[in-house]
């Protein structure tokens, strides 16, 4: 008889003693019943904001007829794209459980400076002397500050600006609005600094720098804002449409993306050995992804003037929603799939036991506070096109209060360590739809707009005490 230790089959998973290694494969059952398991303890995820968007759409069909028209279901998307790329970037901070109060005037004060350099011709003459030198040795101490905590993508990117500062590369207008992203990241970074390495609260550190900001954008422009229209690129950022061919392919491309990356993401956990969906699953997510997108591409691709007897033709995905869902799509791989990203998720549920894990606690909030205030740069630009000019109170009033709510209200945990970017969109659905839908109904006055942002922020606040408290029993 034979005693020979038979070999492992390759066609099963190797075992450690009894333990089998974790190769379970997630069926559509047991992802409808891990969804559920979820809400149990306390991890609503998107549900609460997809209900209120429900809520709001059904009130707003009664307050108005016009409210489900193509043409104004059409202008939602410019109305609130800044709202969702500044509350993009919040969402790095508040997940580290921070906040940054100074990105919306520090955003309006960046898309000023780059209406200066457009329309001036030469940065270096259309601010004051002082603010230009004060500018570039900002920039460079940025520099200096991003190297000293390893934050070497924030350092390259404030580089870039300083170049196209230096060299007055910004009275191009594709450069200029470059440009106005580097500043902000190069705020993101002394912000970042200023609460990680000296201490100061972020609350206290950007509310100060919310104020400072506000002066520093009526330096810029000197008391006359700067028309954006007449620059159609930056016009058509808010304003612009997709022409319907176009609409078809960035559908297609996102569709197919999505469903290639995450088969090929199953397939590879599968062949390794790992947790995975099951190929049915996918299919699914995909399948639904893909009915959505088409549905709303044939809808967008028709005609959405009010006017039947006008020749203009508006059909087509608006450019704005092209960005946020790019942006969106950036930041989640970012999140998801990179180290970075799990750090940071690791750093927001626990810093000191991050801190002891061995990740770099100061890294992961420079560079989360150097993102929040490129985003801010990037929601001002889209401001000053949506406002048609960079006016002087641009990223001031409630700009930054509707982009932390809209934050809040799509899921993000204000106690940090919880969240995702498309909480942004859905949070700033709910923002855009409650002035459209008041609008519609002229005897609605402007004050029920702050009520009930209010209420549906401090519900959203409501909901995310009670959910941790139930994660926590849990």
């Not at 609260?201 to 804002?225: E, I």
């Not at 203009?312 to 970012?334: E, S």
């Not at 209200?409 to 106690?415: H, P, Y």
Request: glycine residues 10%.
């Amino acid at each position: 008889m034979s005693t020979e230790t038979p070999s492992p089959s390759l066609d099963k998973p190797e075992r450690a003693g009894e333990f089998s290694l974790d190769v379970e494969e997630r069926s559509i059952g047991g992802a409808l019943t891990g969804w559920v398991t979820k809400l149990r303890t306390g991890d609503p995820g998107a549900l609460p904001s997809v209900l209120g968007l429900v809520v709001l759409g059904v009130i707003f069909m009664q307050v108005s007829e016009a409210f489900l028209t193509k043409y104004n279901i059409g202008n939602l998307p410019g109305q609130g794209v800044y709202i969702a790329v500044i509350a993009m970037g919040l969402v790095f901070v508040l997940l580290l459980g921070e906040i940054d109060l100074s990105a919306g005037t520090a955003g309006g004060m960046c898309a000023a400076l780059a209406a200066v350099a457009v329309f001036d011709g030469d940065l270096k003459d259309g601010l004051p002397s002082f603010m230009y030198w004060a500018l570039i040795v900002g920039l460079l101490v940025a520099i200096g500050l991003a190297v000293w905590v390893h934050a070497w993508s924030a350092a390259v990117v404030v580089l870039v600006g300083l170049v196209l500062v230096a060299t007055n590369q910004t009275q191009h207008l594709v450069l200029a609005l470059v440009a106005a992203v580097c500043i902000g990241t190069a705020i993101g970074v002394a912000n970042g600094i200023l609460v990680a390495k000296v201490g100061i609260p972020s609350f206290v550190v950007t509310l100060a720098l919310f104020l400072a900001w506000q002066g520093v954008l009526q330096f810029a422009l000197d008391g006359r804002p700067v028309n954006t229209s007449n620059y159609d690129f930056w016009h058509d950022l808010t304003y612009g449409t997709l022409s319907p061919t176009q609409s078809w392919i960035f559908t297609l491309v996102v569709v197919l993306g999505y469903l290639a990356f995450t088969l090929v993401t199953a397939l590879r956990a599968k062949a390794a050995h790992l947790t995975h969906d099951a190929v049915s699953l996918v299919l699914l997510r995909g399948g639904i992804i893909a009915a959505v997108g088409i549905v709303l591409t044939v809808l967008a691709n028709q005609n959405r003037n009010p006017n039947p007897r006008s020749r203009l033709v508006i059909q087509g995905i608006p450019v704005a929603v092209v960005i946020a869902v790019l942006l969106m799509i950036a930041c989640a791989i970012a999140l998801t799939r990179t180290t970075w990203g799990r750090h940071l998720y690791a750093t927001g549920g626990n810093a000191e036991a991050a801190r002891r894990a061995g990740i770099d606690v100061v890294h992961m909030k420079v560079t989360a506070f150097a993102l929040c205030s490129a985003f801010g740069a990037m929601g001002g630009v889209l401001l000053a096109s949506s406002q048609s000019s960079a006016s002087l109170d641009l990223g001031s009033g409630n700009v930054l209060l509707f982009s932390v709510a809209a934050a809040v209200i799509g899921g993000t945990s204000l106690f940090g360590g919880r969240g995702k970017p498309r909480d942004a969109i859905l949070g700033a659905l709910v923002i855009v739809i409650i002035p459209n839908g008041l609008g519609l109904r002229p005897s609605l006055g402007a004050q029920w707009q702050q009520v009930i942002t209010g209420v549906v922020l401090l519900l959203a606040a409501a909901i995310d005490a009670v959910s941790r408290r139930r994660a926590r029993r849990s």
